[in-house]
């Protein structure tokens, strides 16, 4: 490009010394010093050029030198590889050559062994579950070691480790007998632990003055723990037996299932638990059928009073005022001069006064005979809705969410007939009073108008 930029130029200076005559000396000098320039950028020119070119095949010497060393280099990795993988089908057929040769010389024992590592994995977890457990918890590391042992292959578990598994089986077998006393960390119902004394019956439960114990497993540590609600007074009373006796035969509660009822008696919900159950509708049925009983009770209290001094009055022959006939005999004996229709008139005047006090609350606890059903009716109903409700929010795949609703539908169901029997069976023993002594002032009050009339005729 440069050397371009001079020819032209060159060419316009040339054109004008072409016309610029009078100046012809001046032009010769400055076509002398212009060649000169340009002889001089020629030079430079070739110099830079070759400056490059040698950059340039230095570059690709290296170039051709690091892809030499590339390919060397992968040429050895190739027999590297060839070399391992003749070394691993090499190793390969030494493994299957020396599993041939074990199988041959095990022979019968390899069924052994896999007899020894079944019952060692077996006998692992019937320890983490046994309360045997708590006395010896260091058989776990030995069960892992064995099983792990056999599993690999290996190894061969020696005499030793069949004997001491053998021996580990018997104790188990020995300590599944025995009741014994010893101390231990027991976590209370309110989550403080401290240094407890405990009993252990066999492998089927441990009991403390508190009651009864659960036993976990977490992690390779023991825990002991007080059972979140207690059995009945009857089976706790025999814990406290337990752990009074040094020797002789004692009562008690076992359980067989090696604690598994005891787990679902936490779970089971008390009668507080089942009335909450039914809200605010189970709670007025509770309220009502209360009301109701209390009711009934005094009533049936007080028609049996009256119904034996009526009783004593029918032997009496003076009018007693203490009860409803002596007080209908004496509106009679007030009125014996008068005529029959006005001692008729009297005594059923008497007898009508004496029938509210007879017949009082017999309505209301009518009543709540058969409200009680209908509250339980409306309670089942909200129960549903509540159901339905959680059902739109969150599906029907979690019954959990659901128990809710079922519960107190359910269960206000049951509160409701649990009040509505025993207060039919009481509204019909206190009416039944009630009739009684109503049937024996109107059976009296008809005789004394009787013998009246006979007497005037």
Known sequence: ???LTLIIAVGLLSL??????????????SMADLLRLIEQGQSRDSRESRQREAAFAQ??????????QARADRTRQENISSNLEQQFEDNQQRIITARQALDERLGALKELFGVLQTVAGDTQGRFDDSLTNIQYP???AFLVELGTKMAGASSLASIEDIERLWAMLQREIYESGRTVRFTHLVTAADGEQSETEVVRIGSFNIVSDQGY???RMNEGQVSLRELARQPEGRYTSTTGDMMDAD???VTFGLDVTRGTILGLLVESPTIRDRIEQGGIVGYCIIALGLVGLLIAILRLIALSGDSRRVAAQLKRDTASADNPLGRVLAAYESNRDADTETIELKLSEAALKEMPGLTKGLLFIKVVSAVAPLMGLLGTVTGMIKTFQVITLYGAGDPKMMAGGISQALMTTVMGLVVAIPMVLLHTVVSGQSRKIVNILQSQSAGLVAQHSE???
Do not use: C, I, P
Not at 16 to 29: K, T
Not at 59 to 68: I, K
């Open 1 to 3: 490009m440069k050397r």
């Open 247 to 249: 020797s002789g035969v």
């Open 138 to 140: 260091d058989r776990g």
């Open 455 to 457: 007497r005037k005729g």
């Open 213 to 215: 114990l659960t036993y």
């Open 16 to 29: 004008g010394f072409v016309s610029a005559n009078a100046q012809e000396e001046e032009s010769s000098r």
């Open 59 to 68: 570059a690709r010497n290296r170039q051709q030198s690091l892809l030499n």
